[in-house]
Every structure is written in structure tokens, then in C-alpha cells.
């Protein structure tokens, strides 16, 4: 795994929206040192969210391809500390919350596809210090930290939830950083029409894949009451496909 003082694409869980009335806040991804993972902020509905972010990227975003018929929305971008954007999030199907089935009694199905700009290991705009690199890890982490924002596991009282994140996300990391370990497996998908070699592990609280294109970027996903084998993604042609 590519990196410098850490590999994770910024110290929080990146993938969950702000706090409702809030402007996005995402993580710095320029150089820090390895702050331990914060709580994730709470779900706001996808109406708040533009596509200002995502305009603004010198890179192609992805999501799920023509095959899906459901809803899709934005989610967020991360920055770079010169406000270059260097990933983002879309979704797909139910708009996910941390409580989910456990509050509703509904069962949520969602897929949330992540773009990580493809960035070698570069120095900063000031020259004192060198720029992370970004590799499939990152996309593991972010899409494994993301799917834990949405999770909260049944019987578990609201004042221990922050101890069991920053446990889990610690653990999210861990995983990242070992895609060849045994707790993934291997997942042939289709990007852009091209088979792609995807890493891939399951949990109680859904699926987590993250892998490369050959358009400069890396992907992750994460999900839940959608099976991941029968997904293929696609760049985003139109982003006025995402309301």
C-alpha cells in the first residue's frame, strides 16, 4: 500500500454526509499524522447535497451502470488542503441511515460507488513535505469506513456507539492495509464493460470491494440488501443523473 505518515485519504469516516444545514466537511488529505478515526457526522437528505464538488474534479466519477434502474444521488467530494478535489461518493437505491433496519423495521437496500483520483506519491505546494498517495487501499478504507457510518449493530445502546466505531473504523483501516490478507476474496466486475479484478469481503453489516480502472482512478463500494456480484459500473456521463 502506497503511503507516507498514513494511507488513509483523510483521519474521519470521509463517506458520511455533514450534519443537516452544515456545509460538507471532508478530511484533509495533505500531510497529518495518524489522528484516530472520528465519529461520523449524521445522514442529511440527498436534496441538500450539489454538484458543485463533483464539477470541479479533473477526474471521471463513477457509479452503477445502465443495468440499475433505481434512485441515484450525490453524496460528497474530499479536498486536498488546496481544495483539489481527490474523491467522492455516489449512491445508489435507498438513502442509507445509521440506525437503518433497527429503527424502521425496513430493510435498506443501497450501493454508495467511491472515485479516488489515482495520485502518486508527490511533494507539496510549499515543498515542505510530501503529498499521500492514493492506491486501491485508500478506496478499501473509504468505502469500508463508509459503510460503517450507516451500521449500528442491534441491542447496542447510543453511548457506547462511539467507542464500537472508532474500534471498527480502526479495524476498517487494518483490513485496507492487507487486501491480500484472507479476509478478502477476489470479485470479477464489469467497469465500463471491461472485466476488472476487484478485492472483496463481507460482513453482518454488508459488502466492501475496492479495485482499479484503467481511466486513472480507483474504485471503492460498499453496500447492503444488494448483492454485490451482479453490479457493473460506468463514468458518469451526466451528472444531472444524480438528484
Avoid at 492506491?135 to 441491542?155: C, E, I, K, N, R
Wanted: no cysteine; net charge negative.
Amino acid at each position: 500500500m502506497e503511503t507516507t505518515s498514513s494511507s488513509r485519504v483523510g483521519a474521519q469516516t470521509a463517506e458520511a454526509p455533514a450534519p443537516a444545514g452544515a456545509p460538507a466537511q471532508e478530511p484533509d488529505t495533505g500531510p497529518h499524522s495518524d489522528t484516530q478515526p472520528q465519529e461520523a457526522p449524521a445522514p442529511v437528505p440527498a436534496a441538500r447535497r450539489t454538484a458543485e464538488g463533483f464539477l470541479a474534479a479533473d477526474f471521471p466519477w463513477y457509479g452503477l451502470d445502465g443495468a440499475f434502474t433505481g434512485p441515484r444521488w450525490l453524496m460528497q467530494v474530499g479536498t486536498a488542503a488546496d481544495g483539489t478535489v481527490e474523491h467522492g461518493s455516489t449512491g445508489h437505491g435507498d438513502e442509507p441511515s445509521a440506525r437503518g433496519e433497527i429503527a424502521t423495521g425496513e430493510k435498506e437496500r443501497f450501493a454508495v460507488v467511491i472515485t479516488v483520483a489515482s495520485n502518486p506519491l508527490r511533494r507539496s505546494g510549499d515543498g515542505t513535505g510530501v503529498l499521500e498517495a492514493t492506491s486501491v487501499s485508500s478506496a478499501a478504507w473509504l468505502a469500508g469506513s463508509g459503510l460503517l457510518a450507516y451500521s449500528w449493530p442491534g441491542q447496542m445502546d447510543h453511548a457506547l456507539r462511539n467507542d464500537w466505531l472508532d474500534q471498527q473504523t480502526e479495524a476498517a483501516w487494518e483490513l485496507a492495509d492487507d487486501l491480500d490478507g484472507e479476509d478478502w476474496s477476489t470479485l470479477s466486475l464489469p467497469v465500463d464493460g471491461e472485466p476488472t479484478t476487484f478485492h472483496y469481503r463481507e460482513s453482518e453489516f454488508g459488502w466492501v470491494l475496492a479495485g482499479s480502472t484503467g481511466s486513472g482512478v480507483h474504485l471503492g463500494a460498499y453496500g447492503r440488501g444488494m448483492s454485490a456480484y451482479g453490479l457493473g459500473f460506468s463514468a458518469i456521463a451526466d451528472l444531472g443523473s444524480y438528484q
